[in-house]
């Protein structure tokens, strides 16, 4: 089968719309994977929305200390060109040779000049709403949209400068040091050739001034959600003091109403569902009462709670009885003043009980939806992309991430409402369908990044450079950073001190680089957040300011000291102290280490023949690689096969049979079914996989894998499930209808039950897509026979997104849905003398038990793992709480596992629909295909090292290792001897810590390293 990369030429350049996350993340994969990258953002800065969200959850992480470093590797990555201020205005040509036409506005400052000192935007006179602040704050005409924005280069606003209004000021031009103000600057156009295009414009919130009983813009303690974030930042306008805006007086009762813009007909609305408002208005309450150091009354008013991702449900669960978040099943109708001069809001609402209620509220937080904005409809009109009746762009649930348009992609909010993780995947899959259409020009465009030679540091005097992060107030309202700065200037060693509002910032970046050269330093210490999101950002810098990589630690202020010590800020600032003093004494110790190379077998080995593992073993294969696709099971299909149609309607079996079709002819696919993974060996780049397959053993070598093993449905015990043969699950009802119509046509009531099994103490998660399938299968079972009396009993109806339109024709065909606690489940029984089963349920409107006779009942069971154990030991890979595989970072790395070279996608991860668990494998695909692109893998050389001479080869090291990093050979002369297993070591320590005669030893983390840090920790003074 000839490649379809190689019917024509192909351009290897791609061209990425949109610098919000998934823009970000699409670039930097692409860029990875060997494809040069124009990333084109209509604003001065890249970020989107996330740059103006304070915390995410449910980790609780700084949004923008995680978004940060993502930005800065975006804009100093030399394969990713940043066109920002800019919009694309016409794409000319077809896949793999387009030719589009750019317009880039002029900034008026010009950006090779411009030293972001901030100069312009202090004399400039000019005060304007602040945007970014959502209006809250006001900003100049000479600005920066935020701190820590990439490319941070200032803009003047022409709408609103005076210069532009009346030929008069230019004060920013007449003290610019740098000379880099420039009137002149005209629009130009950039005319470029690339290969594919990426939509990942995001979106806008809905703007809820439509609704004029909530009186948002009249009473000014009714804001929107975004504001409330803003309020909440450190960034923001009242530096993350939570205040309400009329009086800045600290709130004492917050309410929040859900579904604004969402879910409703009112003239303006959008019928769907915006599917993040549920969880970010629990994340706000949560993060509300931690700012608040006091009794907060936090209550959300809504109609479903729609926690329906990964770990949704617990934090759900957490916010209610942990955190004391009421929750209140009620939509307002309205908000009026609680009184004559008061700016306290007055809420009446009928509670769960039909009790008339009134309440009094500080404040009103409009929990506002997700929309298309006119801009970025214009934008599709201009590239002859299709819009569905919602605005978002139009594509099957077979191929989640392609427009109408062949060649042009999408991810993110434009094709639909979605949430961060899911944006971050969406445009990691977006990166693989460009990959695998321009495979055949991979890095033919691409720049190789060049290093100055390092700095020897042997014999040479100890100088160290300390770096105090403000963090915003993240740090800075707890501890006295100013203190901290004066404290570690007084430290041996010690040369060079400075503190930051945001050391991650780009800016800053560059002063530690400068500051290294002019200063001479050779170890530096950055007192800020945590390592694992900022570590290799602050490496970078000092190896490109000359400097080993591993002459650097990291004093963690934040996560173990302001967050911790949020009430006790002397104490805060001594450990603080305490932190930097220890991470200098460890520091001057440091000794340069050299990354590892290991040599790469560039091929891919997935494991699991459903859908989502055929989708990650044909794109792989798309891109050039071998791939190896194993499947227990004797045929491929997996779960799709049981499934008739998408949520949209899309026949599933077709799909399924021309996707196996193509993997069992394509050149670079071997499958390898009935088959059973019996060991797996070796490390990234270098896996060897011993496979049961026909009766024999096979050793499958290979660079990276993909796990993509399914899951199953629940059999319950309750319910009659099993001892009635007309109680079925999920696809039973469908299959029996189909095999015996009669059955359909005698039938005089169905009934449907949610959540059997799921969301309950043994399993306290959502499993995503029962409502879907049960809504879906309803509407059928009426069109087939419309007279069927159809009932779902449900707890929260969870058809989230643009699902909600099945949910909205359900009730219009007639399906009725009754309400049941968790507490009051429904009680099936059969009738005597009858065929029928008796539901009796207590209907939430009533308030009272009511009975059903139906012939037949279909139960929605928990998705649930089954068999990973052994998988992830084989990998060496972690499962959560309920048995799925866990990823590294729920929001920066969905599809990869803290183990290197292993990627996750489709059930396995997390019960989800078709296009998801598509989009997750290509997702997955474009991370393996990141690593496979290069000639070698390089592997953090922080790892064990063993003292030959000191080991007995007792053999402890080897089986506590949880990475499997560490192994007994044999030594001549000496008898068994242990060995690091250098690209599989995490550097955790534990052969260490356990070897009975200390002969092992951690690079970075030497015992005369550690020591001298517990000492300088006992040294307080």
């Not at 077809?94 to 317009?103: L, M, Q, S, Y």
């Not at 000192?117 to 900003?139: M, T, W």
């Not at 891109?623 to 779960?639: A, I, M, R």
């Not at 009796?840 to 012939?855: A, E």
């Amino acid at each position: 089968m000839k490649n379809k990369n190689e019917l024509k030429p192909v351009t290897g350049a791609v061209m990425v719309v949109g610098g919000g996350i998934a823009g970000v993340q699409s670039a930097l994969d692409l860029a990875d994977s060997g494809f040069y990258v124009y990333l084109v953002e209509k604003s001065p800065s890249i970020g989107g929305v996330m740059a103006q969200l304070d915390k995410t959850f449910p980790t609780n992480d700084c949004s923008m200390c995680i978004l940060s470093p993502k930005l800065v590797e975006a804009g100093r990555h030399l394969s990713i060109q940043l066109i920002t201020k800019a919009e694309v205005e016409k794409v000319e040509g077809e896949a793999g040779d387009f030719t589009v036409t750019v317009r880039e506005q002029p900034r008026y400052v010009d950006s090779s000049k411009c030293i972001a000192c901030g100069v312009c935007a202090e004399k400039c006179p000019k005060k304007v709403d602040d945007l970014f602040n959502e209006g809250l704050g006001k900003r100049k005409a000479a600005y920066v949209k935020y701190p820590q924005a990439v490319p941070l280069k200032y803009v003047i606003d022409e709408d609103n400068c005076i210069y532009f209004k009346s030929g008069k000021c230019r004060a920013c031009e007449k003290f610019c040091p740098a000379g880099a103000v420039d009137f002149s600057q005209k629009a130009r156009d950039h005319v470029i050739k690339v290969g594919s295009l990426i939509l990942a414009p995001g979106f806008q919130p809905f703007e809820p001034a439509v609704y004029d009983t909530y009186g948002f813009g009249k009473y000014p303690n009714v804001i929107t959600s975004m504001q409330f974030e803003r309020i909440l930042s450190a960034s923001g306008p009242f530096e993350g003091h939570l205040v309400r805006p009329s009086d800045g007086k600290a709130p004492q009762k917050i309410a929040w109403l859900q579904c604004v813009g969402s879910r409703d007909i009112h003239r303006g609305a959008h019928g769907y569902c915006s599917g993040v408002c549920c969880m970010y208005a629990i994340k706000e309450a949560v993060i509300a009462k931690e700012h608040a150091h006091g009794d907060l009354d936090t209550a959300i008013f809504f109609m479903d709670m729609r926690t329906y991702g990964k770990e949704f449900e617990r934090y759900y669960n957490r916010a209610k009885t942990e955190t004391g978040v009421r929750f209140i099943r009620s939509r307002i109708h309205s908000i009026e003043p609680a009184g004559a001069g008061s700016h306290d809001l007055k809420l009446e609402y009928v509670d769960d009980g039909g009790v008339a209620r009134s309440e009094e509220f500080d404040m009103v937080v409009l929990s506002v939806g997700l929309e298309v904005s006119r801009d970025i409809r214009d934008l599709a009109a201009r590239l002859g992309i299709e819009l569905n009746e919602d605005g978002f762009a139009a594509a099957s649930d077979f191929a989640p991430v392609e427009t109408s348009r062949p060649g042009i992609f999408v991810s993110g909010a434009f094709s639909g409402p979605k949430d961060i993780p899911y944006s971050v995947m969406e445009s990691s899959a977006a990166s693989a369908a460009s990959a695998a259409l321009l495979a055949a020009s991979r890095n033919s465009l691409t720049k190789e990044k060049t290093y100055p030679d390092e700095n020897p540091v042997s014999g040479e005097e100890t100088r160290i450079g300390v770096f105090v992060c403000h963090c915003g107030i993240n740090i800075g309202s707890v501890v006295d950073v100013p203190a901290v700065r004066d404290y570690a200037r007084s430290l041996p060693l010690v040369a060079y001190v400075a503190d930051n509002m945001f050391t991650c910032s780009q800016d800053t970046q560059k002063l530690i680089r400068d500051a290294i050269v002019e200063h001479k330093l050779n170890r530096i210490v950055v007192a800020a957040c945590t390592p694992r999101t900022h570590e290799p950002l602050f490496q970078e810098t000092i190896r490109e300011a000359g400097m080993n990589r591993y002459l650097f630690e990291l004093a963690n202020i934040r996560d173990q000291d302001s967050w911790v010590h949020q009430a006790e800020p002397e104490k805060a600032t001594q450990k603080a102290k305490d932190l930097v003093r220890m991470a200098v004494a460890k520091v001057a110790l440091l000794e340069p280490i050299e990354k590892l190379r290991v040599e790469l077998n560039q091929s891919a080995l997935v494991i699991g023949g459903g859908v989502a593992g055929m989708s990650a073993a044909l794109n792989l294969a798309d891109q050039g690689f071998k791939t190896f696709l194993v499947e227990e099971k004797n045929e491929l299909g997996g779960h799709a096969l049981k499934v008739r149609k998408t949520w949209r309607g899309e026949e599933v079996g077709p799909f399924v049979a021309r996707m196996r079709d193509r993997v069992l002819n394509h050149e670079n696919i071997e499958a390898l079914v009935g088959a059973r993974i019996l060991d797996v060996q070796g490390f990234i780049g270098q896996f060897n996989t011993t496979v049961q397959v026909d009766g024999s053993e096979r050793n499958l070598e290979h660079g990276v894998t993909v796990l993509a093993t399914g899951a199953h449905s629940l059999k319950p015990e309750e319910y009659l499930y099993g001892r009635s043969e007309r109680v079925t699950r999920w696809h039973e009802l469908q299959k029996l209808f189909d095999e015996k119509p009669g059955e359909l046509e005698r039938a005089e009531a169905v009934a449907f039950i949610q959540c059997v099994g799921s969301r309950e103490p043994e399993r306290p998660y959502c499993s995503k897509i029962c409502c879907t399938a049960s809504v879906q299968e309803a509407i059928e079972l009426k069109t087939l026979k419309p007279d069927l009396d159809v009932f779902i009993l449900y707890r929260d109806l969870r058809t989230y997104g643009q699902r909600e339109e099945l949910y909205r024709k359900a009730r219009e065909q007639g399906v009725l849905f009754i309400r049941y606690s968790v507490d009051e489940k429904p009680l099936v029984e059969t009738i005597p003398g009858s065929e029928k089963l008796r539901i009796t349920v207590r209907d939430h409107v009533l308030g009272r038990p009511v009975q059903i006779d139906v012939d037949y009942l279909n139960l929605a069971t928990a998705i649930i793992p089954k068999g990973q154990e052994t998988l992830a030991k084989f990998f060496k890979v972690p499962l959560n709480e309920d048995g799925f595989f866990l990823e590294a970072h729920m929001k920066l790395r969905p599809v990869d596992f803290a183990t290197d070279g292993v990627f996750i996608a489709g059930l396995a991860h997390y019960p989800k629909p078709i296009e998801e668990s598509i989009a997750q494998a290509q997702a997955a695909a474009a991370r393996a295909a990141s690593v496979l692109a290069k000639p070698f893998v390089e592997v953090a050389p922080v790892v064990s090292v063993v003292d030959q001479e000191a080991c007995i080869g007792c053999g402890l090291c080897e089986a506590l290792c949880p990475f499997g990093a560490i192994r007994l050979h044999k030594v001549i002369g000496k008898g068994f001897r242990a060995e690091t297993i250098s690209a599989s070591c995490k550097g955790c320590g534990v052969c260490s810590a356990s070897c009975p005669q200390k002969a092992i030893d951690m690079k970075h983390f030497r015992d005369r390293q550690i020591v001298a840090a517990i000492r300088a920790g006992g040294q307080r003074g």
